[in-house]
C-alpha cells in the first residue's frame, strides 16, 4: 500500500525485481533511482499502469520497491508495526 493505492504483494515482488534489474545497467547510462520510472518495462504488472499517468509515479514505485526488500518480513514492512526492529 501506498498512500491510497492498493496493490498485491506478489506484484509489488515484481516489480521490485524489475527495479532491481535495472541496477545492473552501465552506471553511466542509468537514471538516478529517484527518478527512474519502470513505466516502459514491459513486464510491468498491469495494476501498476495507472501509477504511471501520475506525475508522483517515481516515487511511488520506490516506496513500493523498498516494502518489498527481502530482509523484512511481511509484517515487518509495515510501518505500524514497532516490535520487529
Do not use: W
Amino acid at each position: 500500500q501506498d498512500g491510497d493505492l492498493k496493490f498485491p504483494l506478489e506484484s509489488v515482488k515484481k516489480l521490485k525485481e524489475l527495479m532491481d534489474g535495472n541496477r545492473h545497467l552501465n552506471p553511466r547510462m542509468m537514471v538516478p533511482m529517484a527518478s527512474y520510472s519502470p513505466c516502459q518495462e514491459k513486464h510491468l504488472p498491469e495494476e501498476f499502469r495507472p501509477v504511471c499517468k501520475r506525475e508522483d509515479a517515481p516515487m511511488i514505485f520506490r516506496r513500493l520497491s523498498l516494502a518489498a526488500e527481502d530482509d523484512l518480513c511481511e509484517i515487518c514492512a509495515n510501518a505500524a508495526c514497532t516490535i520487529c526492529f
